[in-house]
């Protein structure tokens, strides 16, 4: 167990529909990060919230949004599905400074039919 | 703007023998250099990071790594591949700003 948490590790849905993926970071780390990682293009950067501030942005789509919550959990909302999205999705914490490396999740495996 | 390139998308070796993944990465600063390792349906695990001082870093698992700042290189090496090794490796560079740059990756096969 590596401290951060991932919900749900699975969830198939339907093109068009809107879905909620949540992540609890590792006790004392204030950075979440958020990677899609998918076949064709590898591990993707998509955004970064430090402590309930959005920090940095990556390639996320505007269908794409996300969240940091004053208890520090983040939801990543993934909406207008289409099959393109399906892939793991990665949630990661960090104290927030560079040096420190990140502590990943175990992902959300989202199935887009 | 930050890079990194592992050569080689798939490696493979016998047990016992060297494991030698190949990570070069861009920077225009002095670099924090990471690998990870991905085994099948988990998420990735660190495995060494370069910050700053030695060159010569030792992870995990028997990994270690150099940081070669003429070449821009930070290959991963092991002496003696053992079959758990197999999962796929991330070489990520971090330029001081936050995010984790990764390159596409490198499977490692070890046949017995």
């Known amino acids: 167990d590596s401290g951060v948490t991932q919900t749900p590790k699975h969830l198939i849905t339907a093109t068009g529909q809107r879905v909620t993926l949540r992540c609890s970071p590792r006790?004392?780390?204030?950075?979440v990060y958020w990677y899609q990682q998918s076949l064709d293009q590898g591990l993707q950067f998509l955004i970064q919230?430090?402590?309930?501030?959005?920090?940095a942005k990556g390639n996320i789509l505007e269908r794409f949004s996300a969240q940091q919550f004053p208890d520090l959990h983040s939801e990543l909302n993934l909406s207008s599905l289409e099959l393109g999205d399906s892939a793991l999705y990665f949630c990661?914490?960090?104290?927030?400074?560079?040096?420190?490396?990140?502590?990943f999740g175990s992902g959300t495996r989202l199935t887009v039919v | 703007a930050q890079s990194v390139t592992q050569l080689g998308s798939h490696v493979s070796v016998s047990e016992g023998a060297l494991v030698l993944l190949r990570c070069n990465y861009s920077?225009?600063?002095?670099?924090?250099l990471f690998w990870y390792v991905q085994y099948p349906n988990q998420g990735l695990q660190l495995l060494l990071k370069?910050?700053?001082?030695?060159?010569l870093v030792k992870g995990i698992n028997g990994f270690e790594a150099e940081f070669k700042k003429s070449e821009t290189s930070f290959h991963l090496t092991k002496p003696s591949a053992h079959m758990s090794d197999a999962a796929e490796y991330f070489c990520a560079v971090n330029n001081q700003g936050g995010k984790l740059i990764f390159g596409q990756g490198t499977e490692l096969s070890v046949k017995p």
């Open positions: 990661a914490s960090s104290v927030g400074t560079p040096g420190g490396g990140y502590t």
């Open positions: 920077s225009s600063v002095p670099p924090y």
């Open positions: 006790s004392g780390d204030l950075s």
């Open positions: 370069y910050t700053t001082g030695a060159t």
């Open positions: 919230y430090y402590n309930g501030e959005e920090r």
